[in-house]
């Protein structure tokens, strides 16, 4: 069950997620690198992991560096997303670190988490990171009455809004599943993700920050969860490499629009 032509049900989603994502990158100006990534971690059976012991984030970007043509002058913009947030006390933290890079974050946050951390909520939005909507309950989409996907998503949405007076544009469908049908209903734009850092699985600041580090190209959008201390951890170690190297830490809302 489940299971089509070997395809298992979330990965058929995914691609889903992507064919959608073709769709309005035709339309946003989505970059089609972004695309050929994400198609990359379909293929990629939720991200095997390597095995062997990793190689130094340092020494890999050094090697990158060699190889890179000398003196392009151009700035090389990538982003950071956060899904399941806010959590009551690795966003803080994740947040402090953040202001004291002067780097700008996306979060996408969920309803359910929502409640009881409006003061957190209430600080992103203050410290000028982008807010998304990440649904209510962390359901598929694809598997929701519409009437029902709308509320998950609707009231998620009010409820940020009412907190921050902003409006909520952005949405990351959880399990990267989206229905195309509702974006007009919900008038809501899909970010989805080019590296996936597999941090919830790994839970292991050094292997998240390798992943990233060695991966990492202009204009890619990182997946992580700030619901874990060796995320946070590794999210500020990406930072203070990548800053390093020449890389620009914008909201994802800035790649995904030319
Ligand atoms: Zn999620």
Redesign the pocket.
């Known amino acids: 069950m489940g299971r089509i032509s070997g395809i298992p049900a979330w990965k058929r989603g995914l691609l889903v997620g992507i064919m959608g994502l073709t769709a309005v990158g035709a339309a946003a100006g989505i970059r089609g690198r972004q695309i050929e990534r994400m198609a990359a971690v379909i293929g990629d059976a939720s991200g095997a992991e390597e095995s062997g012991s990793p190689e130094p984030a340092e020494e890999i970007l050094e090697k990158e560096n060699l190889t890179e043509e000398a003196g392009s002058g151009e700035i090389k913009k990538i982003a950071l997303t956060f899904?399941?947030g806010p959590h009551p006390c690795y966003t803080e933290q994740l947040l402090d670190g953040l202001a004291e890079r002067n780097v700008k974050a996306t979060f996408?946050l969920?309803g359910t988490n929502i409640e009881g951390n409006e003061e957190i909520v209430k600080r992103i939005a203050a410290e000028g990171h982008l807010i998304g909507n990440?649904t209510y309950y962390?359901v598929d989409i694809t598997k929701l009455e519409e009437e029902e996907a709308c509320r998950e998503i609707l009231d998620t949405s009010e409820q940020i809004t009412a907190i921050t007076g902003q409006t909520v544009e952005y949405i990351?469908p959880?399990?990267g599943n989206w229905d195309k049908e509702l974006e007009y209903e919900v008038m809501m734009i899909p970010i989805f993700w080019s590296v996936d850092t597999l941090d919830w699985t790994t839970k292991n600041t050094d292997q998240i920050v390798q992943k990233v580090v060695s991966d990492i190209e202009e204009n890619d959008i990182i997946l992580m969860?700030d619901s874990y201390d060796s995320t946070v951890k590794a999210a500020l170690r990406i930072i203070d490499l990548l800053q390093a190297d020449g890389y620009e830490f914008v909201t994802a809302d800035e790649l995904i629009l030319e």
């Open positions: 899904d399941d996408f969920l990440h962390h990351r959880p399990f969860h």
